[in-house]
């Protein structure tokens, strides 16, 4: 298993119904974190109209257009 995403591109992130309502716009991968050992990837991604980091599932975001 390999990332998807690379530190630096713009992905949207749709949010599961209990997380926190998202910002608008685009997000940005700051890092891809470890796989864990189930295999999920995750990365933390911030959005430009947010004051904080949030951590994703790959399976939650897509590359903007």
Do not use: C, W
Not at 41 to 54: D, N, V
């Amino acid at each position: 298993m390999t990332h998807r995403f690379s530190e630096g591109q713009r992905v949207r992130y749709r949010a599961g119904h209990s997380a926190m309502p998202t910002g608008t716009g685009s997000f940005k991968i700051i890092r891809a974190l470890p796989i864990e050992r189930n295999g999920e990837i995750r990365y933390r991604i911030k959005s430009e109209a947010e004051s904080f980091e949030r951590v994703a599932d790959e399976a939650s975001l897509s590359l903007t257009v």
